[in-house]
């Protein structure tokens, strides 16, 4: 184990990024977002900030009352922080990886849960998923984001991107899917013998299918936002 004076230490872990980009990795960790206007970020994901920063939880008819359906009949719900002002706010989310994405007139489902930060030009919908065993596999819900901006994720360890053509469909396991080209619109199939195989007991295996044009991320943990009976968090 490393040992430091604290200037040491201050001098190894200090923030070094000149603040030239809006979103900025610090560590992979810390996402610095060099704010002046109005950015939407995770509740409970800003762990500091410098200047004149204020905020604001979305208002309940901000973005129409058909999301504010779809965030009710969803357990977790997208909750997102407007964030105004001129400043540095430095966001993380439970020691997850970080990754900006730049959209360029274009559209991705991100998964709820690994959705950190998106800037104000993005436009933003939240898609339930069709199927109950869509939730019961984890996954509940996710964010269609489209247009031109930058966008934060949120992984577990590195993430893998796995191609997705007409003639090689892919599929993957909803608790380690983290984004989606717009393009592609999953499908889900329950597949008991591939349950058994991975040794998780009984009951079936819930699979998304992926067919189309268009790329898929996935992360290298399975992470599992509910439990089958009842919907429970863990």
Do not use: C
Not at 49 to 62: P, S, Y
Not at 86 to 113: C, T
């Amino acid at each position: 184990m490393a040992r430091y004076t604290v200037d040491e230490f201050i001098g190894v872990t200090e923030s070094r990024n000149p603040g030239e980009d809006v979103f900025e990795i610090e560590n992979d960790r810390f996402l610095k977002i060099n704010l002046d206007g109005q950015v939407w970020t995770k509740m409970g994901s800003i762990v500091a900030h410098e200047g004149q920063i204020k905020f604001a939880r979305e208002r309940v008819f901000g973005n129409g009352l058909v999301k504010l359906l779809k965030r009710a009949a969803s357990a977790a719900g997208t909750r997102l922080i407007k964030t105004n002002g001129r400043g540095r706010l430095y966001l993380a989310d439970k020691g997850k990886m970080i990754s900006v994405l730049n959209l360029e007139e274009e559209a991705i489902y991100v998964n709820g849960n690994d959705l950190l930060a998106f800037q104000e030009g993005i436009g933003w919908d939240i898609k339930l998923m069709r199927r109950v065993a869509g939730m019961q596999a984890g996954g509940l819900f996710n964010v269609k984001l489209s247009g031109t901006g930058l966008i934060a994720i949120t992984t577990h360890y590195d993430p893998l991107s796995l191609r997705v053509t007409p003639q090689a469909p892919v599929t993957t396991d909803p608790n380690a899917t983290v984004a989606w080209s717009g393009t592609l619109s999953p499908k889900f199939k329950t597949d008991i013998s591939f349950k058994t195989f991975l040794n998780r007991g009984g009951g079936e295996s819930i699979q998304m299918v992926f067919q189309g044009d268009g790329s898929v991320i996935i992360q290298p943990q399975q992470e599992v936002y509910f439990q089958a009976a009842g919907l429970k968090r863990r």
